[in-house]
């Protein structure tokens, strides 16, 4: 059974199979952040980051304490050659322009309808839903990337209980357990990890899951 970190690194090494070379990405805080690492050489992406960064470069250990460049999440980052900052007006345009290709978000609760809920739960301080709300709109594809459940309790649902961020947004979902792809029929699981049966898949689910008939290993 994997330990947390390699849950994570098992999930961002999964989801950079969904990027193409040349895809410009817009990357949510923590998990996702990691897909860049797991990345075939011969794939190259245009980070973006709603802040104004076109072209989001790789923190070292050099560079790791500079507080002169921020990404949207107010962490260190710096610009990769051939990058470039832009206003924050023309970094929502290209966002809300779909010019934005994939975004990969964590998520809180996702439903059986593609509806996220990412950004607050009730009673809890909570930084703001930042960019959020634009990019599960504007980027053509909507990637929810984390853990499948959450304390044991089911994070993918039939219905989103804590205030939605977006609805009918998410393309695809890909946790520890399985990849699913939201289709108007419903939630179809095209990959499993072998680790688990189908069984503990649909019983750590609370939305129904359609088996898809060529379904394959996650791997």
Not at 114 to 131: D, F, Q, T
Not at 191 to 208: K, L
Request: some cysteine; aromatic content about 4%.
């Amino acid at each position: 059974m994997m330990d947390r970190d390699q849950m994570r690194a098992f999930i961002a090494q999964r989801v950079a199979k969904e990027l193409n070379d040349g895809d410009v990405v817009n990357l949510g805080i923590g998990l996702p952040t990691l897909v860049p690492n797991y990345l075939p050489e011969d794939v190259k992406v245009t980070l973006q980051s709603e802040n104004g960064i076109i072209g989001v470069g790789t923190v070292t250990d050099e560079n790791r304490d500079a507080r002169h460049v921020v990404d949207a999440g107010g962490r260190p980052s710096e610009v990769a050659p051939g990058g470039s900052f832009i206003d924050s007006a023309t970094s929502f345009g290209l966002i809300r322009g779909g010019h934005v290709d994939a975004t990969i978000l964590g998520g809180l609760e996702v439903d059986a309808e593609g509806s996220l809920a990412n950004w607050i739960i009730p009673g809890k301080m909570m930084p703001g839903m930042g960019g959020a709300m634009d990019l599960l709109i504007g980027a053509k594809h909507v990637i929810v990337a984390m853990e499948h459940t959450a304390k044991g309790r089911p994070k993918i649902l039939k219905k989103c209980r804590l205030p939605y961020t977006a609805i009918n947004c998410v393309t695809k979902i890909i946790t520890e357990m399985c990849v699913l792809d939201v289709r108007p029929e419903g939630l179809v699981m095209i990959e499993y990890n072998p680790e688990f049966s189908i069984e503990e898949i649909q019983a750590a689910t609370e939305a129904e899951l359609i088996i898809s008939p060529e379904l394959k290993p996650m791997c």
